[in-house]
């Protein structure tokens, strides 16, 4: 049996890796050259063109046939929607949620609940991985508390872990609101954003009541390397921001800073987050940490998506308006790809974007560049790690946390290959 279940993560590590480095196939024959990118937070990682490709399909193919042969009624052959397994308890969450935000104030409480209400919620990204992590890691843990109910102990700890989505979804919601105030955006989800519907002022004390409920759930966790996590979170939310607003013209054109800012920005929530989930559940520190770098490496693809989103997108897709960060003089890893090939491109950069000539300019320089297609790249080769962490957690032969284990490594897959 543990045989099987060897064979059975090798052939599903190799399939992964495929089907993630599939995709550079359909680009210019320059992709499939030797690509290296060390990032700040992360560790090294090569993809060499046909070779590995060849040798991950054959891998895999062989690997998965037999395994067909084995277990064709496995859970690895079911079709899997990674939202859809975990819709109740979203459900559960978002009325939740709507009821967290409630405040006394009348225009205040429309407002913190602005991107709450029905319709307007978003796809619950960051809830979805996070349930779905609690059951991914949901192992025996050799130590039963002693005259306690399993059952209540394991409803008790999932309401805990619940508690984390809530919150994590409420310090996003916020940070959005306060970026939506520093960017002068008009849009967010696809309607007006809430700082052009109802002023600047009400949109900062939405996301600091968002904040301020967040701190209160928080809190009620009693769990102080939790609280300590998430704290640090908000910290790192503040420091990306002032990252990007206040940078010298090194600093702009530095990969390894652009890749900083954006973990801070973007990857340190759900990595956190990630981890107080298995904190929670009295977890080693090794699967914490495999939590934490599923988390990282996801979200740093994810950005890395949007980025280029922002360039191919447009603003119906996006549900907010496309060339948004160039024009907003922010310079992202496709525009840093470019100058790359094209060092001209840093004196654009260095003399802004508000003058639409400049942009235009960058534009231009940016479509005879491989920008785009690198930016996928490092797009992939974080998703490939996070895909790595899932599979590097402890052996089990649970359905249940099987299927959610392909759930979060699917994710990383839907990750790279959205176009909104």
């Known amino acids: 049996m543990l045989f099987s279940r060897g064979l059975y993560r090798i052939a599903r590590t190799s399939l992964n890796r495929s089907r993630l480095l599939y995709p550079l196939q359909s680009q210019s024959p ?21 070779r590995v490709i060849y040798s991950c399909v054959s891998s895999a193919l062989a690997n998965v046939g037999q395994q067909v042969q084995r277990q064709s009624n496995s859970v690895a052959e079911e079709p899997l929607d990674p939202f859809s397994l975990v819709a109740d308890e979203l459900s559960i969450l978002a009325n939740r949620l709507r009821s967290m935000v409630v405040a006394e104030v009348p225009k205040l409480a429309s407002a913190a609940e602005y991107f709450f209400k029905l319709g307007v919620e978003g796809k619950r990204f960051r809830p979805t991985v996070l349930l779905l992590m609690a059951t991914a890691i949901d192992a025996p843990i050799s130590r039963t508390p002693p005259d306690t109910s399993l059952d209540t102990l394991s409803t008790e700890l999932r309401l805990r872990q619940q508690s984390i989505a809530e919150i994590t979804e409420m310090i996003h919601v916020a940070s959005l609101l306060h970026d939506d105030v520093l960017d002068d955006a008009e849009t967010r989800r696809g309607i007006g954003s809430l700082n052009f519907v109802m002023g600047n002022k009400l949109a900062v004390l939405a996301g600091d009541f968002l904040l301020s409920r967040a701190c209160v759930a928080l809190a009620s966790l009693k769990n102080t390397e939790v609280v300590s996590l998430l704290a640090t979170v908000v910290e790192h939310l503040v420091t990306g921001e002032t990252m990007q607003m206040t940078t010298t013209s090194d600093q702009r054109c530095s990969m390894e800073y652009y890749m900083q800012k954006t973990y801070y920005k973007t990857a340190s929530l759900i990595s956190n987050s990630c981890k107080a989930i298995a904190l929670l559940a009295g977890q080693t520190s090794e699967v914490a940490m495999l939590a934490y770098e599923y988390g990282k490496n996801l979200g740093l693809a994810f950005q890395l998506i949007d980025d280029v989103l922002d360039f191919t997108g447009t603003s119906a897709s996006l549900g907010k308006g496309s060339l948004s960060d160039i024009r907003h003089g922010i310079v992202t890893a496709p525009i840093l790809f470019a100058i790359e090939e094209f060092p001209e491109l840093r004196a654009v950069v260095d003399e802004g974007f508000e003058n639409p000539y400049n942009v235009d300019l960058a534009l231009h320089y940016l479509g005879k560049s491989r920008g785009i297609q690198r930016t996928r790249e490092l797009a992939i080769k974080h998703a ?5 962490a899932i599979d590097s957690l402890p052996v089990t032969d649970d359905e249940h946390v099987l299927r959610s284990r392909r759930a979060l490594v699917e994710l990383t897959q839907r990750v790279i290959t959205r176009r909104k």
């Open 30 to 50: 320059e992709l499939l050259q030797s690509f290296q990118f060390r990032s700040p937070i992360g560790s090294s990682q090569k993809v060499s063109g046909f």
């Open 384 to 388: 490939n790690l996070a895909s790595d």
